[in-house]
T-cell receptor, first 114, second 112 residues
Framework: EPEVTQTPSHQVTQMGQEVILRCVPISNHLYFYWYRQILGQKVEFLVSFYNNEISEKSEIFDDQFSVERPDGSNFTLKIRSTKLEDSAMYFC????????????FGPGTRLTVL | KQEVTQIPAALSVPEGENLVLNCSFT??????LQWFRQDPGKGLTSLLL?????REQTSGRLNASLDKSSGRSTLYIAASQPGDSATYLCAVRPHGYNKLIFGAGTRLAVHP
């Protein structure tokens, strides 16, 4: 069964460093998302991406964050200068199209900022 | 602003019990509602999706209902098993948006 994959599973970085989290969405899906979950808190939406552009973003998704679909299979989230409060589990998700609304999530990348 | 609440926050039951998890949302203008399972430190597994026009969906021992006008959904788990132990999350997709808004989850423990 097709699934969303994410790499790495765990990333440790120093405050101020740039990180890139990578995702491979399900191959025929058209909508892509990043969410995050700070330990003990709700899963929260960061950004959605469709047709090679951001279609929606939350207040969390400020200028420190960017997303890219560099080729036909990968979808990345870049954090330019990490802060301690960026430590969280980051989930990538994808969805086929309007008539099939189910979002499928990857296993997550645990980001630890020291 | 859409808010999603899940009750109870935690539940511990003996194996074999039928149980109900509750989800409520403040704005009935939604496209759909999705139930997920999350194991500790793991990703989200989609269990059921209910479109706004539907009243319920079933998958195996799971049955989810939706009452959009009252802003409520329930997830019914029949004949619970220890393997059902996980956190169950409810999420709504508000009308006009792509994103999902999540509740805090119900942490379920089923003991033998």
């Amino acid at each position: 069964e097709p699934e969303v994959t994410q790499t790495p599973s765990h990333q440790v970085t120093q405050m101020g460093q740039e990180v890139i989290l990578r995702c491979v969405p399900i191959s025929n899906h058209l909508y892509f998302y990043w969410y995050r979950q700070i330990l003990g808190q709700k899963v929260e939406f960061l950004v959605s991406f469709y047709n090679n552009e951001i279609s929606e973003k939350s207040e969390i998704f400020d200028d420190q964050f960017s997303v890219e679909r560099p080729d036909g299979s990968n979808f990345t989230l870049k954090i330019r200068s990490t802060k301690l409060e960026d430590s969280a589990m980051y989930f990538c998700a994808s969805r086929y199209r309007e008539l099939r609304n189910e979002q499928f999530f990857g296993p997550g990348t645990r980001l630890t900022v020291l | 602003k859409q808010e999603v609440t899940q009750i109870p926050a935690a539940l511990s039951v003996p194996e074999g019990e039928n149980l109900v998890l509750n989800c409520s949302f403040t704005d009935s203008a939604i496209y759909n509602l999705q139930w997920f399972r999350q194991d500790p430190g793991k990703g989200l597994t989609s269990l059921l999706l209910i479109q706004s026009s539907q009243r319920e969906q079933t998958s195996g021992r799971l049955n989810a209902s939706l009452d959009k006008s009252s802003g409520r959904s329930t997830l019914y788990i029949a004949a619970s098993q220890p393997g059902d132990s996980a956190t169950y999350l409810c999420a709504v997709r508000p009308h006009g948006y792509n994103k999902l808004i999540f509740g805090a989850g119900t942490r379920l423990a089923v003991h033998p």
